[in-house]
């Protein structure tokens, strides 16, 4: 290398670890703790089925999480189910929740996948679902992803918790 090159590279290379230095230094954040606090019916168009999906957000850190979009994906039983967007703005307290309101849309066929796997003939007492999602940061590193799984039972009665082996 020539010594032109050795000055050209040399601001690169402290530019570099400035950059990687403050990265290190940014303080680590516990993850987000989300549940799903309700789920309504709003109106949908045609072949589809909205519903508004309104998440708890717990923030376990000593920062106040300030965020501008809320993106999130629903899986029922392990398989895609319904996603949704949403622009709301706000802000988690430090140490605090928020009740985010996240409206999603399952198409027509992916709620009729779903009836059959229930209808696979085994007795279904309860129904598993994960999410993911994040909270778009309103400052350039604030974006906060996050996961989520849980499961509730069915009502007896059901045609999915009553379901019989054919012989």
């Known amino acids: 290398m020539s010594l032109r090159s050795h000055r050209l590279v040399r601001p690169w290379l402290l530019l ?4 990687l230095s403050a990265c290190a230094s940014m303080p680590a954040h516990d993850p987000l703790q989300v549940n799903v606090a309700g789920v309504e019916s709003i109106p949908g168009e045609g072949m589809e089925l909205r519903l508004l999906v309104r998440l708890r957000v717990q923030n376990p850190n000593d920062t106040p999480i300030e ?5 999130l994906n629903l899986d029922v039983m392990g398989r895609d189910f319904a996603s949704g967007v949403s622009d709301q703005a706000g ?3 430090r140490f605090g929740e928020a009740v985010i309101a996240v409206p999603v849309t399952v198409s027509l066929m992916r709620m009729a996948r779903q009836v059959l796997g229930m209808l696979d003939g085994k007795p279904a007492d309860k129904v598993t679902y994960s999410m993911s999602g994040k909270l778009h940061g309103a400052s350039m590193f604030g974006t906060q992803r996050f996961t989520s799984r849980g499961e509730f039972e069915l009502p007896q009665g059901t045609p999915a918790a009553t379901a019989v082996d054919a012989p």
């Open 67 to 71: 965020f501008d979009g809320v993106s």
């Open 91 to 93: 802000t988690v307290p």
């Open 16 to 19: 570099a670890t400035l950059l």
